[in-house]
């Protein structure tokens, strides 16, 4: 099965955005969701984003990112996306790109416990 493969991540100035693209194509027919996690330096791993995989534009977000972050997905191209404007300092981090088979539509976790597949992560630096 071909890995999760993120790409995106630079160094940005606050207040900028990104973009961050994950290449899923060994994931994004047979996971029912899929999403990012972030993991600063010296804390632990936590959810980002999160959406359901049947076209229902279900979605969740960590608290910190909410209003913020936007995820999407291009079936066509199998890939992820997240979408991060009007960032800040504490969103450096590596991001990582994640795929699961326990969600529901109306059940989205944002524990790290419940996905199976994990890309290499790609490293985001906003500079204040």
């Known amino acids: 099965q071909l890995p999760l493969v993120e790409s995106g991540g630079v160094s940005v100035q606050a207040g900028g955005s990104l973009r961050l693209s994950c290449a899923a194509s060994g994931y994004i027919n047979s996971s029912n969701c899929m999403g990012w996690f972030r993991q600063a330096p010296g804390k632990e791993r936590e959810g980002v984003a999160i959406m359901y995989a049947y076209g229902l534009d279900n979605t969740n977000y960590g608290d910190s990112v909410k209003g913020r972050f936007t995820i999407s997905r291009d079936g066509a191209k199998n890939t992820v996306y997240l979408q991060m404007n009007r960032l800040k300092p504490e969103d450096t981090a590596v991001y990582y790109c994640?795929?699961?088979?326990?969600?529901?539509?109306?059940?989205?976790?944002?524990?790290?416990?419940?996905?199976?597949?994990w890309g290499q992560g790609t490293q985001v630096i906003v500079s204040s």
């Open positions: 994640v795929a699961g088979n326990g969600c529901a539509s109306n059940w989205l976790p944002l524990q790290k416990t419940h996905y199976y597949a």
